[in-house]
C-alpha cells in the first residue's frame, strides 16, 4: 500500500483497488473484502451480529451467521498486514433455538399469586377423593384455577409449542475460526457495560444472569509488531491501556441503529494498536462509529455495510467527523501541531 498523505481530506481520493478510503461502502462484506489488496489493513475493529434476533438477522439460520463470520475472519488472514490485528467485540452468549434439546421449564413460584402448592392440592384431592375442583378450592382457599394449575402443572413456564432456546458461548468459535485462518489469539479484554433493565426488580423469571459485559477478542497476524508506550500517557496505561477489564456504559439510546456499540470502545482499540495513517477496517459498519473515531484520530478507514440505510447513515456521519478533524488541523499553526491524534 503506498504512503498516505498527512490529510484526512486528501485521503478521501485514495483508492485501495476501486474501494475509496474514508467511505463506507454497501455490499456484502465477504464480496467487499476480496477487493482490498494483501497486507493493506493495520487493524480491523467491528462488532457483528450477535444472533439475538434483531431486525438485520432475520431470515439467518445459525449455521449461516457462523458461516458468515467465518468466512469474514478467514479473508483476514490475506488482507492484514503482518504483525497487524483483528479485534472482535461480542457478547460470548449465542443463544438460538434448538428442538433436540428438551425445553426449560420453570415453577416459578416467586410471582405465584396464591401460596397454595401442588402438594398442597394433591393432599387434599387425597384426603377427599369425591371433591371436585370447586369444592377443593374452597378447602384450601384458592380460586378453582389455582387448584387445575397446581394439578395439571401448566403454571410451568417452559414454552409448550417453541423449540428450546440453546444457549452457546461464542468465544471459542472465534478462536477456532482464526487459528484455522492463520491468525492465534493475542489478548482477550472484558468490557462491563451497564445492566439491562437495572431499575426492575424481575430481571428474568430464570436463573440466568442479567448480561452486563461483552468481550473484546483480538487476534494477531504473525510478523514483526511495532509497540509504543507513546500511543497513551502513564495514567491511561495504568487505567485501562494494560488492564483487563474495561469500564464504560453502553449506549443508552439506539434511535438510528438496533446496535450501536459506544465510541469509546473502538477509540480505545484504535489508540492502543495502530499510529496515526493506519489504516482501520470495519466489515460491519453499522451506523459508523469505527469510522467516525478513526477519523477523529487520524487513521484512515474502510467501513462495509450491507443494508443501505446504515450504509448511508455511516457515510454522513464519518464525512462530519472528517471535516470536523480537517478544520481543527487547519487551525493549529504549524509550530504547535500535536505529535500524535
Request: hydrophobic content about 40%; glycine content about 8%.
Amino acid at each position: 500500500m503506498s504512503v498516505l498523505p498527512p490529510s484526512l481530506v486528501d485521503m478521501d481520493i485514495v483508492s485501495q483497488d476501486g474501494l475509496e478510503l474514508n467511505r463506507t461502502h454497501q455490499g456484502d462484506n465477504r464480496d467487499l473484502l476480496k477487493l482490498l489488496p494483501a497486507e493493506s489493513v493495520a487493524l480491523s475493529v467491528w462488532s457483528p451480529p450477535y444472533f439475538v434476533g434483531k431486525s438485520y438477522e432475520q431470515g439467518l439460520t445459525v449455521g449461516e451467521w457462523s458461516a458468515l463470520i467465518h468466512a469474514v475472519i478467514a479473508e483476514h488472514a490475506r488482507v492484514l498486514k503482518p504483525g497487524g490485528f483483528l479485534a472482535i467485540n461480542i457478547a460470548d452468549i449465542l443463544a438460538f433455538s434448538d428442538d433436540s434439546i428438551p425445553r426449560f421449564q420453570a415453577d416459578v413460584v416467586s410471582t405465584k399469586r396464591s401460596p397454595v402448592t401442588r402438594e398442597q392440592v394433591l393432599a387434599a384431592k387425597a384426603a377427599h377423593p369425591d371433591m371436585n375442583r370447586h369444592q377443593l378450592a374452597a378447602l384450601l382457599g384458592c380460586s378453582e384455577q389455582t387448584v387445575q394449575r397446581r394439578l395439571d402443572h401448566n403454571n410451568v413456564r417452559g414454552g409448550k409449542y417453541k423449540p428450546q432456546t440453546r444457549v452457546k458461548t461464542v468465544g471459542g468459535m472465534l478462536e477456532e475460526f482464526a487459528l484455522e485462518s492463520g491468525l492465534p489469539m493475542y489478548d482477550r479484554r472484558v468490557w462491563v457495560k451497564d445492566p439491562a433493565w437495572a431499575n426492575s426488580r424481575w430481571h428474568s423469571l430464570s436463573y440466568r444472569a442479567v448480561d452486563e459485559f461483552e468481550y473484546v477478542y483480538v487476534f494477531w497476524k504473525p510478523g514483526i509488531t511495532r509497540v509504543d508506550r507513546g500511543r497513551l500517557t502513564r495514567t491511561e496505561w495504568s487505567e485501562w491501556g494494560s488492564r483487563g477489564v474495561w469500564e464504560f456504559p453502553s449506549v443508552r439510546s439506539n434511535d438510528s441503529h438496533e446496535a450501536m456499540f459506544p465510541a469509546e470502545l473502538p477509540r480505545r482499540v484504535i489508540r492502543l494498536l495502530t499510529d496515526p495513517g493506519d489504516l482501520v477496517l470495519d466489515p460491519f459498519m453499522g451506523s459508523g462509529t469505527t469510522g467516525v473515531v478513526a477519523a477523529e484520530l487520524g487513521r484512515p478507514f474502510i467501513g462495509f455495510e450491507l443494508m443501505p440505510d446504515y450504509a448511508r447513515l455511516a457515510n454522513e456521519r464519518c464525512q462530519a467527523a472528517l471535516r470536523g478533524k480537517d478544520e481543527s488541523d487547519r487551525s493549529v499553526r504549524p509550530t504547535e501541531r500535536p505529535q500524535s491524534a
